[in-house]
């Protein structure tokens, strides 16, 4: 192998060891994601207005796109049947549109990113605004920003689709027209980034991170020209002290959060399993679903639609127990119905919508800091325990209110909400769905081993290496000798200052050895050495080996020290990686006391002959 070779493979492995692997590629990815932020922003817009038009039409017989609520409408008993009829439509759309329409947006957004290499089909983009409006505009008890995240992921994926771009640079723009959406809907930029992060991208790197956050920028800037500026829900203030009581109380609030997420996630596939044993197509399980959404629309209005201004008084705090109970009970109910009827609508609204309420409950006993206080902390912290997004949960309920005095409830409220469904269930309300169709999703991130393990940590030292002025003959001694390392299938050939001139393979060994007769009986190894090895180097992370290694097909390096570059010191090989991921687990799982409290031993003086 020439000096070269050698200098320009080492010189690409410290390059590897920087801190980020960011390119001036992103900065292509950054101007498409600007301009994906600007086109979410306008998306989100649309979406808003389409669900007040269906308002219109099915509850006042109108054509305007104002806003409208359907509590105030003048149906009575009739008012059932709206929610089964905008049920009926998305069935019909999903059978014969698309069936990714179905559900709340962001599984379906994780399947594409998942599975389908970040593409979504341009159809889709229609499809699931369109069935969202019907579906929220008919009364489901829906919010609007799941199918808003979806569609502003289709148009960022279809942007994507007309450039040759990487799967990795398709899932970025997804996520930024994801999160644009989000950022418009709510007024909250850093929140859809963080749920981009703890959702959608799977990685916390610069390359995907900055033009999710630039998308999200631009679409909150553009909402401000297109829906008003925040906060959504506006809060009475609140004290910046709370006190040992206080906090005992959020710890109260966060397990009472994490209990209710539970039984909603479980509530919701408890559903959905009952509508799989029906011996009917699924086609027509919205409109069932829509039924009992007709019921407690009947029972109680408020569970009806987005319900944003059922939030905002339920955060104004001083609201009648009848409330609390018609969100906690109907909304609850209705809900879980009709997501587990595979209807197209967000889970983000009725989320904060049921932890307000139950932060309204638990304001009955628990002590006074202001109108709307537990309410805003159970709403975080019920976002925090179902989606399983504790960061999303803390600052989503900051921005929503701007009150930072809140800052330190929500971080233990949604924690320990959090910690409570990561003990119970196995899977969250995103994840379960995934979980339905066959494939497996982890949420944990964390740092790769193999990345703060180097080749030095696990190569082999005691190998045989051929020297380059020996024979086949002499070769085939070493190779079959008993005190040969087991398990040596790539033997490295040096010269007398054991620097690598080559490799050859046992079995290309074992087939000369066979035609020896055929042979010239003075054939040197280096002769028959492949003399353009792929190698590695001692000071080499792990991590940059086994890309090595997935790139070159080969599973076997001889490693060279890294000072003279040429000097052979051992052997790498696909074993050594997997043992060390086994450090990694014995680093896990083996329990050791460190540390260790001595009692003095207390010596019993001896009698003095005087006693």
Known sequence: M??????????????????FTTTIRIVPIMLMAVVIGAVGACVAWFLLKLISFFTNVFYYHRLSAGFASPVGNHFGVYAIAVPVVGSLIVGLMARYGSEQIRGHGIPE????ILMNGSRIRPRLAILKPLSAAISIGSGGPFGAEGPIIMTGGAIGSIIAQFFHLTSMERRTLLVAGAAAGMSATFAAPLSAVLIGVELLLFEWKPRSAIPVALASATACAVRRYLLGMGPLFPVPAHPSLIGPVGLLGCVIVGLLAGLLSALLTLGVYGAEDLFKRLP??????????????????????????????????LLQGDVPLKIFAGVLIVKS????????????????????????????????????FGLGFWPLVSMGAILAGTMRSPFTGI??????????NMLLPLLVACFLAHAFTVLTLKRSILTEKIS??????????????????????????????????GTLEE??????????PRGQYLFPVVDSKSELLGVVTRKHLMKLLEQMPGQAPGTRISEIASVEPVVAFADEPLRVVVRRM??????????????SERRLVGMISLNDLLGARIQNLEDERARERVLRIRMPSVRQAKPSADT
């Open 475 to 484: 070769a085939g001694e070493l190779i079959h000798n008993d005190h040969r």
């Open 395 to 404: 600052v989503f309920a900051i921005e929503l209110t701007h009150d930072l």
């Open 109 to 112: 957004a994780i399947e594409s």
């Open 2 to 19: 020439s000096q070269l070779g050698h200098d320009r493979q080492h010189k690409s492995s410290l390059e590897d060891l920087g801190d």
């Open 280 to 313: 009917i197509h699924w086609m027509w399980w919205p409109a069932i679903g829509g039924v009992f959404v007709g019921l407690g629309g009947y029972i109680f209005p408020q569970a009806l639609g987005v319900g944003y201004d059922t939030i905002g008084m």
């Open 333 to 368: 109910a209705i809900w879980m119905i009709s997501l587990g009827s595979g209807t197209s609508g967000g889970v983000l609204a009725p989320l904060l919508m049921m932890g307000a309420a139950l932060g309204g409950v638990e304001s009955l006993f628990l002590p006074h």
């Open 550 to 563: 997935a790139e070159s097909g080969l599973t076997r390096f001889p490693v060279l020290d890294p000072q």
């Open 436 to 469: 339905r169709r066959g494939y497996h999703l982890s949420r944990e991130y964390s740092i790769d081993p193999l990345e703060i393990l180097f080749v030095r940590e696990v190569m082999r030292t005691k190998i045989v290496a051929l020297p380059g002025d």
